[in-house]
């Protein structure tokens, strides 16, 4: 069974990086089956999509978010990961890891999320 | 960038009746269309995949139909569990975006 576990620091202050890491168990990151994608949610609001990676090393990153988003792939780890830049109260929201199929367009896998908080 | 509109934002009914949700796009997304139940403190949970293919382990009482820009969500009658916010999801031109969501509140 796949399991997708986010980890991180639950609070970061404003004007840092937030970094978060999904360890990714029961099958293999470096499949071409799949993509992989970071996915958040502002307290009491909808889902906003971050950006995913594919296999080959694209990344695709949410115009909104952009100039501020990296994410990697450490295929030795079997993680991926999200850095998030000059964070804001705005940023402050659960973030989610997911897993998609590659040519298909949802997350069949998410991970249990995880809060980042943006406060001095 | 798609946009999906959500309606209505807020549905209320009782156990054992039919749920209709909404979700339109601004432009064609042909068939590429998810819908997702999300419940307090939990993860988003793939329910419809491809507008009309159920995911694994989802009940036949949920289906999904339409193609182009209008899209529908039915639960053809409510359980206890099935009251949750429910989102739909598109991707186009290798950016995903999700509707804002409909809310499935007990009556």
């Known amino acids: 069974q796949l399991q997708l576990q986010e980890s991180g620091p639950g609070l970061v202050k404003p004007s840092e990086t937030l970094s978060l890491t999904c360890t990714v168990s029961g099958g293999s990151i470096s499949s071409s089956s799949y993509y992989w994608g970071w996915i958040r949610q502002p307290p009491g609001k909808g889902l906003e999509w971050i950006g995913s990676i594919y296999y080959s090393g694209s990344t695709y990153y949410n115009p909104s978010l952009k100039s501020r988003v990296t994410i990697s792939v450490d295929t030795s780890k079997n993680q991926f990961s999200l850095k998030l830049s000059s964070v804001t109260a705005a940023d402050t929201a659960v973030y989610y890891c997911a897993r998609g199929l590659s040519k298909r367009i949802h997350f069949d896998y998410w991970g249990q999320g995880t809060l980042v908080t943006v406060s001095s | 960038e798609i946009v999906l509109t959500q309606s209505p934002a807020t549905l209320s009914l009782s156990p054992g009746e039919r749920a209709t949700l909404s979700c339109r796009a601004s432009q064609s997304v042909s068939s590429y269309l998810a819908w997702y139940q999300q419940k307090p403190g939990q993860a988003p949970r793939l329910l419809i995949y491809?507008?009309?293919n159920r995911a694994t382990g989802i009940p036949a009482r949920f289906s999904g139909s339409g193609s182009g820009t209008d899209f529908t969500l039915t639960i053809s009658s409510l359980e206890p569990e099935d009251f949750a916010v429910y989102y739909c999801?598109?991707?186009?031109?290798?950016?995903?975006?999700f509707g804002q969501g409909t809310k499935v509140e007990i009556k």
């Open positions: 999801q598109q991707r186009s031109n290798a950016s995903w975006t």
């Open positions: 491809d507008a009309s």
